[in-house]
């Protein structure tokens, strides 16, 4: 390994995207740093060696993180031998609050610099976890708007960056000519499916989904459909009950989805925000198990779950949550925006506001910068 290290650890999907980014752009600036990771595939393509892959490590609900106890002892175990034998240089955090938080403690008893890159969204619940953020950070680099004046009020080292999904798409229209259509041309409407990025919320999301548009077809005769399917994530069980030649089933291409679809119905989740950079019409749905529902209520402390409308700090993207995102519920809000014009346009607009407050372009080149600044 070179001279200086860095670990980063993100945990789940989104985590990878962006940390991916970030290691490119600090290779870029420090070609010979080593790099160490808990991440996925994008992170190992960037140059980290990654010490657990996210397929692991990618579970949320409080009754999921329970039944993997055993798991996460043993990646907590295995990462803290990792450290005391690489002693990196500075630590880098994506997210991932319930271990990451942990991690920051940890490796502040060793005298181990930590960034947190991509903060926990303890504005929204578990507000009491920025007193450990403030304890055990030097540096929090914010990605909404909101967060910077939010961490600094209560005592952090917080600067807001912009959000790395403004050059991800950015970058993705630049570069995208005219790609072979997902669905065949002149079909309409095409509609997305993207029922979250592990496999819980795949169970809990893409019934309904499907559903949903199995009964809008019967509206709409040429109706397509493409089902979004992250990574790792086994969907053969509704392949084989939904055999429709209209649904087609894709991996690797979210943006091309999302860019194409006339309508997206959405997990809860970073994907939302893409559809909200993109400016295509979405609605987002999010159900858990019951439990887990519950406890949720009980913490969390923003009124709204898409990130659209809590930058907006308005609803401007329709949310359906837990008995609400039902069959008809969806149907109903999905024909709305398929055939009001003013409606459909309404929301285009909302979308364009959100991502003027997003930033410039060039966030991954200012984070990598301020990190090696503090290494």
């Known amino acids: 390994m070179s001279s200086k290290h860095i670990f980063i650890s993100a945990g789940e999907l989104s985590g990878d995207l962006h940390g991916g980014r970030l290691i490119a752009e600090i290779r870029h600036l420090q070609p010979d740093?080593?790099?160490?990771?808990?991440?996925?595939?994008?992170?190992?393509?960037?140059?980290?060696?990654?010490?657990?892959?996210?397929?692991?490590?990618?579970?949320?609900?409080?009754?999921?993180?329970i039944r993997h106890l055993p798991f996460i002892y043993t990646l907590w175990k295995q990462t803290l031998k990792h450290i005391d034998m690489y002693r990196p240089d500075l630590a880098v955090l994506i997210d991932y609050p319930g271990f990451n938080l942990r991690l920051a403690k940890a490796l502040t008893k060793r005298q181990i610099p930590v960034v947190y890159y991509i903060s926990p969204q303890v504005w929204a619940w578990h507000q009491a976890r920025v007193k450990k953020i403030r304890k055990y950070t030097r540096l929090v680099l914010c990605i909404l708007p909101f967060e910077e004046k939010w961490l600094k009020s209560h005592g952090v080292n917080a600067h807001f960056v912009g959000h790395p999904l403004i050059d991800q798409i950015s970058q993705t229209i630049s570069t995208a000519d005219t790609p072979k259509k997902v669905v065949p041309a002149g079909t309409e409407p095409f509609i997305g499916l993207f029922p979250g990025s592990r496999q819980q919320e795949v169970r809990h999301h893409l019934p309904v989904m499907l559903e949903a548009v199995i009964q809008l077809k019967t509206r709409h005769s040429d109706l397509q459909v493409a089902v979004s399917v992250a990574p790792d994530i086994n969907t053969s069980v509704y392949e084989s009950n939904f055999q429709h030649e209209w649904i087609h089933w894709l991996q690797n291409s979210n943006h091309q989805v999302i860019r194409e679809a006339d309508l997206l119905i959405m997990s809860s989740?970073?994907?939302?925000?893409?559809?909200?950079?993109?400016?295509?019409?979405?609605?987002?749905?999010?159900?858990?198990?019951?439990?887990?529902?519950?406890l949720g209520k009980f913490l969390i402390k923003v009124p709204y779950i898409s990130l659209a409308n809590l930058?907006?700090?308005?609803?401007?993207?329709?949310?359906?949550i837990q008995r609400a995102a039902n069959l008809d519920n969806i149907v109903t809000e999905a024909e709305k925006l398929l055939s009001d014009r003013h409606y459909r346009d309404k929301m285009i607009k909302f979308?364009?506001?959100?991502?003027?407050?997003?930033?410039?372009?060039g966030t991954s080149k200012r984070a990598a910068r301020m990190i090696l600044d503090l290494m």
Request: net charge positive; no cysteine.
């Open 33 to 65: 740093i080593g790099i160490s990771a808990i991440g996925g595939d994008v992170m190992a393509r960037a140059g980290a060696e990654l010490l657990y892959h996210i397929r692991e490590t990618s579970f949320m609900g409080f009754v999921e993180i």
């Open 269 to 294: 989740g970073t994907a939302t925000l893409e559809a909200t950079l993109f400016g295509t019409p979405l609605i987002v749905i999010y159900r858990l198990s019951h439990l887990s529902y519950l």
């Open 311 to 320: 930058i907006a700090n308005r609803r401007g993207i329709t949310e359906l």
């Open 351 to 361: 979308m364009s506001g959100v991502r003027q407050k997003l930033g410039k372009p």
